[in-house]
T-cell receptor, first 115, second 112 residues
């Protein structure tokens, strides 16, 4: 069964360092998302991506964040200069159909720890 | 804005017990409602969904009914198993927005 894969599963970094989280969405999906969950808090929407551009982003997704689909298969989230409060589980998701009732398929998440 | 409120966990039950995880929502439009589940070491998976009032979503013995009058979508299962131990997330999407709004998640631990 097709699945969304994420790497790394866990990354520890020093504050101020750049981090890139990678995702391989399901191959025929058209919409891509990043969510995050700070420990004990809600799963929060960060950004959606369609047709090679950001379609929506939350206020969390500031200039320190960027997304890219560099090669037609990977979908990356870059945090340019990490802060302690960026420590969270980051989930990638993808979706095929355009209906707003469509199912999102999620990866297993990448846990980021900023020291 | 849209929001989802779930009962706090963890919820610990014995095998074969009845499960209820409460979920209520506020939404500006007419939402579709979802339950996602995350088993240990895995990603979020869609468990069930309902797209209009009084719809009942069901899967793997779990059920939830879309109650517009009480703005609720409580998850129930008549007899839980150890394999149901996971974190359960209630979520909604409204209008043409494609992003999901999640609750905090409720951890369920089922013991023998």
């Amino acid at each position: 069964e097709p699945e969304v894969t994420q790497t790394p599963s866990h990354q520890v970094t020093q504050m101020g360092q750049e981090v890139i989280l990678r995702c391989v969405p399901i191959s025929n999906h058209l919409y891509f998302y990043w969510y995050r969950q700070i420990l004990g808090q809600k799963v929060e929407f960060l950004v959606s991506f369609y047709n090679n551009e950001i379609s929506e982003k939350s206020e969390i997704f500031d200039d320190q964040f960027s997304v890219e689909r560099p090669d037609g298969s990977n979908f990356t989230l870059k945090i340019r200069s990490t802060k302690l409060e960026d420590s969270a589980m980051y989930f990638c998701a993808s979706r095929q159909e355009t209906s707003n009732t469509g199912e999102l398929f999620f990866g297993e998440g990448s846990r980021l720890t900023v020291l | 804005g849209d929001s989802v409120t779930q009962m706090e966990g963890p919820v610990t039950l014995s095998e074969e017990a009845f499960l209820t995880i409460n979920c209520t929502y506020t939404a500006t439009g007419y939402p579709s409602l979802f339950w996602y589940v995350q088993y240990p070491g895995e990603g979020l998976q869609l468990l069930l969904k309902a797209t209009k009032a009084d719809d009942k979503g069901s899967n793997k013995g779990f059920e939830a009914t879309y109650r517009k009058e009480t703005t609720s979508f409580h998850l129930e299962k008549g007899s839980v198993q150890v394999s149901d131990s996971a974190v359960y997330f209630c979520a909604l999407v409204t209008g043409t927005a494609s992003k999901l709004t999640f609750g905090t998640g409720t951890r369920l631990q089922v013991t023998l």
